[in-house]
């Protein structure tokens, strides 16, 4: 015989308790979060109903909430935005630098920097589509940003090449500020290594996050650059890059000294031994390299 079953009068069903939870966990989180949403969080979904004197709607997002750093490894929880960023750098290069600036010489007479980005040979061999169609007339030389997934780990995020201006700061090729990072992530941190064709990479001592409204400056203190001594002072207290990894492999050795004899009384070109930037490879580029001769980049900067 089938017995009528009733719920107990006072006591919600496990399935009211659930729902009613549920609903008090949204009021909260509408009253709590839903005025403070930004880029750092990311809507995939949501609803809106609606009962003639109360509305609710919701988004289905989370915002980036934890990220743990084990220096090997960096694991953020939570959605994530992938959008393009500008990250803003300042950097001068000690061969092409004097008087608070640096020289634009690649450009006397005959111009003879590439419009395509120059790294896409050894031991870069970054084969990004960066060009121009006019050189900017305060234009120093091409840069490389190498975005990194934490200070140990190896991982490249993204490489980019950009404009390096006569005053330290980088353009993009649309002549914005900074260059642009299309995989970097909203919250996540990073490090970032700058190179070039014939100074000794660095890369920062700081993390960065996106977005990064303001501009890392490698210019100010040694103490920017991962690592000891991996900035030169220059004569008026700027740091620059070491002049005289003619090689690019991130230490400056005889082999080095080997790239520039076998470069020696170029004229009038765009070559990687020009370490001053004046289209010449001359004994003034054996005299930036010398004194720097046995300075090692850190491993990470290294190929
Ligand atoms: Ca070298
Ligand atoms: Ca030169």
């Known amino acids: 015989?089938?017995?009528?079953?009733?719920?107990?009068?006072?006591?919600?069903?496990?399935?009211?308790?659930?729902?009613?939870?549920?609903l008090l966990l949204v009021a909260f989180y509408i009253h709590t979060a839903a005025q403070s949403l930004s880029q750092e969080v990311v809507a995939n979904g949501g609803a809106f109903h609606e009962t003639g004197t109360h509305s609710i709607s919701?988004?289905?997002?989370?915002?980036?909430?934890?990220?743990?750093?084990?220096?090997?490894?960096?694991?953020?929880?939570?959605?994530?935005?992938?959008?393009?960023?500008?990250?803003?750098?300042?950097?001068?290069?000690?061969g092409?630098?004097?008087?608070?600036?640096?020289?634009?010489?690649?450009?006397?007479?005959?111009?003879?920097?590439?419009?395509?980005?120059?790294?896409?040979?050894?031991?870069?061999?970054?084969?990004?589509?960066?060009?121009?169609?006019?050189?900017?007339?305060?234009?120093?030389?091409?840069?490389?940003?190498?975005?990194?997934?934490?200070?140990?780990?190896?991982?490249?995020?993204?490489?980019?090449?950009?404009?390096?201006?006569?005053d330290g700061t980088v353009q993009?090729?649309?002549?914005?500020p900074g260059v642009k990072l299309d995989n970097v992530k909203s919250g996540t941190p990073y490090h970032f290594i700058v190179r070039h064709r014939n100074h000794l990479a660095v890369l920062s001592d700081e993390y960065i996050t996106f977005p990064f409204n303001y501009f890392y400056d490698f210019t100010t203190s040694t103490y920017q650059a991962y690592g000891p001594n991996q900035l030169k002072l220059m004569e008026d207290g700027t740091y620059a890059l070491f002049a005289g990894d003619f090689n690019a492999d991130g230490a400056i050795t005889v082999a080095d000294y080997n790239f520039y004899s076998a470069e020696v009384s170029a004229i009038n070109q765009y070559t990687d031994a020009d370490a001053n930037l004046d289209k010449n490879v001359t004994v003034a580029d054996f005299n930036l390299y010398q004194p720097n001769a046995s300075k090692i980049g850190i491993p990470q900067v290294r190929y």
């Open 1 to 22: 015989m089938l017995k009528p079953i009733f719920h107990h009068p006072t006591l919600p069903s496990a399935h009211m308790k659930y729902l009613l939870i549920t």
């Open 58 to 94: 919701c988004t289905v997002a989370e915002p980036i909430n934890t990220t743990l750093d084990t220096n090997d490894y960096i694991l953020t929880q939570g959605f994530h935005q992938v959008y393009r960023s500008p990250l803003q750098v300042k950097i001068f290069l000690e």
């Open 96 to 166: 092409a630098y004097t008087n608070n600036a640096m020289t634009t010489h690649l450009q006397n007479g005959t111009d003879v920097i590439p419009l395509q980005q120059p790294f896409n040979t050894a031991p870069w061999n970054y084969f990004g589509t960066e060009k121009t169609s006019s050189i900017p007339s305060n234009l120093t030389d091409w840069i490389l940003i190498e975005v990194r997934a934490g200070i140990n780990n190896p991982v490249i995020v993204e490489q980019a090449a950009a404009f390096l201006l006569s």
């Open 172 to 176: 993009d090729m649309d002549g914005n």
